[in-house]
């Protein structure tokens, strides 16, 4: 098993972006025909999830190592930025702000159920088995998850914040790591099954989804007004504005965050200091303020559609990250994850019960947390491509919050542990 993982069978990134863009042609072009078992397939299964689901069995049976690739790095770095700007390029923020407080309501609940979801966790496996949540100095398991509770508030520069705050050893860190993933991804998938039962979903909170689905249609529409036949020019500046504003955005973040860090140590605490996070933000506002000019109407030639081709991309390189045999290397710490994921999924419910939200409230909330940018537009993509400026306006706020709420997470955990 050991060597399986070391050598994978594919191990030039040129062969395995090969076999991703392969699976990706395979699973769209089924999905594509009119044959009935494909139709009730996928019906069943969503085509974002097997674009999950299939490049991790590459993973788990050996046939490519992840950690030997660099292909998440460049799909997370120079792909997702790209698509921001290309998603967002023909945002209406007016139609936006109509969807109401509801939304904000659920990621704030989200957040909240991480913090709390963490430490009663902790308790809980106290109980039933103390050795799984115990350890001293930097093997505490607390000091541990207290980097998935980064994580699963606002996404990586939040987890490594958490990792320099609390210090956990190397070797528990790689755990946490992949209890993160694993636990984050497998809620993933049932967000993704729950979008086919979406109205049904939408009925049981009594939620009113009007906003939603008139945000999208406005969308659809003005696509449809604006379309024409995509030139090879239409491509050209297309790809010329995402990349180009990624290029810039790399350049300004690769500047400004050690500059943040050396100078402004008080504002680390609000990822200010990683280069990420402006990628993100800068790449974001560049494509909102396009949004205002007539670069708008380049939606009519196909802007999202390229984003959303991106966005795909980056989902199997996220899938390729997943080994569904790990579970099996700590089953305890999965369960420990497993009930704190649970918690956080029973307060999304509830609130979203009690305050009667559509489902793509909830499903977004939670990955505006658990994700951040790297998830939350994909989700709402696959809603409609139209809505991923609403995953990505949520995920900036995850990141602002996440490195108070894991550090809250983390004393609270530290307080409970046996």
């Known amino acids: 098993m050991e060597q399986t993982i070391h050598e994978p ?5 040129a062969a395995v972006f090969g076999l991703i863009m392969v699976t990706l042609a395979v699973i769209f072009y089924t999905s594509g025909l009119e044959n009935k078992f494909f139709r009730k397939f996928y019906k069943v299964i969503p085509m974002l999830l097997l674009c999950y689901f ?9 046939l490519i190592d992840p950690s030997q690739s660099k292909l998440y790095y460049i799909a997370s770095r120079y792909l997702l930025p790209a698509s921001l700007v290309l998603l967002t390029l023909s945002i209406d923020l007016k139609e936006i702000a109509r969807l109401g407080p509801k939304a904000i309501i659920m990621f704030l609940a989200g957040t909240v159920s991480i913090i709390v979801g963490g430490p009663l ?7 039933i088995s103390p050795d799984v949540v115990g350890g001293a100095g930097p093997e505490a398991v607390w000091r541990g998850m207290t980097t998935i509770a980064g994580s699963w508030i606002g996404g990586g520069a939040n987890q490594a914040a958490m990792y320099e705050i609390f210090n956990p050893s190397n070797r528990l860190f790689t ?3 992949t209890v993160d993933v ?3 991804e497998i809620w993933m ?3 993704l099954l729950g979008i086919a039962k979406a109205d049904k979903i939408d009925r049981f909170f009594r939620a009113d989804a009007s906003a939603v ?3 999208k249609n406005k969308m659809i529409e003005f696509e449809k007004k604006n379309m024409r036949v995509t030139t090879l020019v239409d491509l050209m500046v297309l790809l010329g504005l995402a990349f180009g504003i990624t290029g810039v955005s790399h350049l300004i973040g690769d500047w400004l965050a050690p500059l943040i860090k050396e100078n402004y140590p008080a ?3 609000f990822s200010l200091s990683s280069s990420f996070f402006w990628l993100i933000i800068l790449s974001t506002t560049a494509g909102i303020a396009l949004s205002f000019t007539r670069v708008k109407k380049y939606e009519g030639a196909g802007a999202s559609k390229i984003g959303t081709v991106f966005i795909y991309i980056l989902v199997a390189t996220i899938g390729m990250k997943m080994n569904v045999l790990k579970i099996f290397d700590n089953p305890g710490l999965f369960l420990v994850g497993g009930i704190w994921m649970l918690f956080h999924v029973i307060v999304l419910i509830i609130v979203a019960k009690l305050i009667k939200a559509p489902y793509f409230f909830l499903a977004i909330g939670s990955k505006a947390n658990i994700g951040g940018a790297a998830s939350a537009p994909v989700l709402a993509a696959a809603f409609h491509p139209s809505l991923a400026p609403v995953g990505v306006l949520l995920a900036v706020l995850g990141y602002a919050l996440g490195t108070y709420g894991a550090w809250l997470c983390g004393i609270l955990m530290q307080v409970v542990s046996p």
């Open 9 to 13: 069978l594919l191990q030039s990134d």
């Open 54 to 62: 299939i490049p991790s069995l590459y993973t788990t049976f050996g």
């Open 121 to 127: 966790a902790i308790l809980l496996m106290s109980v």
């Open 175 to 177: 755990i946490m790591i």
């Open 182 to 184: 694993i636990v984050a």
């Open 189 to 191: 998938a049932l967000l």
């Open 213 to 215: 689905h008139h945000l």
């Open 267 to 269: 504002l680390n605490k």
